[in-house]
């Protein structure tokens, strides 16, 4: 539908030519005046449907059409070439035509509000993205020359200095993943966030083992289903290096974490298991929100990590989910289309 005001003269004068040719047929073949009536409300209501004019025109095409075609019926009614009840047509169809245009500018302003309310939305999605984009640059280069200084006051100096100087270096660490996971979160909607190959789980979870076997902890390797997922490696990896991660801060060295990978419903399920101090009964809906922070047992961190994970998740196309374990301790799930097989 075209937007009301951008006009096309030729089309409004073809039909104007097309009412007209109309009109002399009513008054010169009263015995088919019916047929050419209705072809000219018609073809009003059919150009209107693909022109939309504004309020003014609209008025006036209604105004004339109504005016011209109930003097011809008349004029043949004078003539006795048609009974008066004819006339009652005229009215019926102009209303209705009223009715019409007054639905499709109701329909037209409330598309165009929803359209403003949109793009209005997409203008503060970008700005925040950009924001969160340029201060994670701007802050990484600072952040990371305060670090190297920091790291070589630690080294150098002992006994109360040094504390103080290892208190900055692990809180200038900090501040540096967060920048690092805020620019990853500001980027996960990006076209190009992804880099998909054949992935198989397999060889995946035991490298993720091979990386945090230094880690004093009992781990431990479960069933693993033989299966390829369509994925960006890193950034699956990256996705259970964080579960990992969580996992490892919620256990203690004799406690067991368990990799393991299984199928469910053609989606395969990569679970990280712990028997760490478990989650809270109504926090496992929220987990992956940012900024949510766990219950019992799990507070502390930036609260991103898990919503990383869901923000990769999605970009594959799957999600993450979280549940108590019977026996104490949490389980989380990555749950992966499976890749078609060739």
Known sequence: ????????????????????????????????????????????ALLYGFRLWRGGPTIAVLVVATAATGVCILADYLRGTQPLGELTEVPLLAAMFAVMAWHAHRRLAATQQ????????????DRQRAFIQDASHVLRTPITIALGHAEVIQRAVHGAFGKDATVVVEELARLRRLSDRLLLLATAEDPDFLTRAPVEVGELLLDTLRRWAPIPRRWRLGGVVD????????????????????????????????????DEDGMVVVAVADAGAGIAAGDTSRLFERFS??????????????????AIMRAHAGSARARRRPGGGSVFELLLPRAPVE
């Open 1 to 44: 539908m075209r937007p009301a005001g951008r006009v096309v003269p030729w089309q409004e004068l073809t039909w104007g030519v097309f009412a007209a040719l109309n009109l002399v047929a009513m008054l010169l073949v009263p015995r088919w005046e019916g047929v050419f009536f209705h072809l000219i409300w018609v073809s009003a």
């Open 114 to 125: 929803i359209e403003r309310v949109s793009e209005s939305h997409r203008r503060l999605v």
């Open 227 to 262: 299966a390829t997922v369509q994925a960006d490696a890193d950034r699956l990896a990256l996705a259970i290096d964080a579960l990992v991660e969580n996992a490892v801060k919620h256990t203690t060295p004799d406690q067991v974490i368990e990799l393991s990978a299984s």
């Open 293 to 310: 922070r766990g219950g019992a047992g799990r507070r502390g961190g930036s609260g991103l990590g898990l919503a990383i994970v869901m």
